[in-house]
């Protein structure tokens, strides 16, 4: 992982919370981070405590503000618990970032079980749906910010994907839905479109296909980066300072909009 900059009082995000749903390892980690070194007073959200401790264990290092708060975003009441708990400590949301993620199936739709699909779209549609409704009012009175977590999916059609795809490109269908939804209230919806991100779950993949094909790793990494731009994947950090400007008041007019962060992999 990157060294992690230092907390900015001054920064983008100075003074602001910022509710993350979805902490993983990695990228949820980064936007953990980023955020609160932009200053940002971060609420943790996910199934595992563990692993948020972890992560905010990481915040509190670096000087800053981290609340941990194990939720599970299919649940009705998991939620609604999550909005009081964060009103009641904190008394404003200005930003959510919604990151909740599920394991594609990576077979052929007709190979795919319905409940896979269906679990998918409850995860992260509906979850994702669910989170910002109980936190619509605060974000109303902060004339807030969401940032929605989309895919390079919606811009392809390869094979394997399809479940995938259904659930990012319903995700990115109802954020632009709520954009205009919710522009009134003064709440700005954006989605930002990873491709690759070179993390420790993408090293791990690239070592099973370089082993079942009798190539290096760094052979993986060079013929995969050769069809962007920029001939390199971007790090799970440089996708969460992206996440970190449209939740700024750098980014106060943008709304209903996707940005692709890939390297140039593909133009939208």
């Not at 001054?10 to 749903?21: F, I």
């Not at 990695?26 to 959200?45: D, F, P, Q």
């Not at 936190?135 to 994907?161: C, D, K, Q, W």
């Not at 632009?176 to 991100?197: H, K, W």
């Amino acid at each position: 992982m990157t060294t992690q900059t230092p907390i900015d009082r001054t920064g983008l995000l100075a003074d602001k919370v910022v509710v993350v749903s979805g902490v993983g390892p990695g990228l949820g980690r980064s936007i953990c981070l980023r955020a609160a070194a932009a200053g940002a007073t971060v609420v943790l959200a996910a199934r595992t405590r563990e692993r948020l401790e972890s992560v905010a264990a990481e915040v509190t290092a670096l000087g800053g503000r981290a609340l941990v708060a194990p939720t599970d975003i299919t649940d009705d009441a998991a939620v609604t618990a999550l909005a009081q708990i964060v009103l009641d400590e904190f008394g404003r949301v200005d930003a959510l970032v919604n990151n909740a993620f599920s394991v594609p199936s990576m077979k052929a739709l007709g190979r795919t079980d319905f409940d896979q699909i269906s679990d998918s779209l409850d995860l992260t549609v509906l979850g994702t749906l669910r989170v910002i409704k109980a936190f619509t009012p605060a974000l109303a009175g902060a004339e807030g910010a969401i940032v929605n977590l989309s895919s390079m999916v919606i811009r392809h059609s390869e094979p394997r994907y399809g479940s995938y795809k259904i659930a990012k490109s319903a995700l990115l269908a109802m954020s632009q839905t709520l954009s205009t939804e919710l522009g009134g209230q003064g709440i700005r919806i954006n989605s930002v479109a990873p491709g690759y991100i070179w993390d420790d779950q993408l090293k791990w993949y690239f070592g099973e296909v370089a082993e079942k094909y009798g190539i290096t790793v760094d052979q993986v990494y060079e013929q995969t980066a050769a069809r962007s731009d920029l001939k390199r994947l971007p790090e799970p950090d440089e996708i969460a300072d992206v996440i970190v400007f449209l939740a700024s008041d750098l980014a106060r007019s943008v709304t209903g909009q996707t940005l692709d962060v890939n390297c140039g992999e593909y133009h939208a």
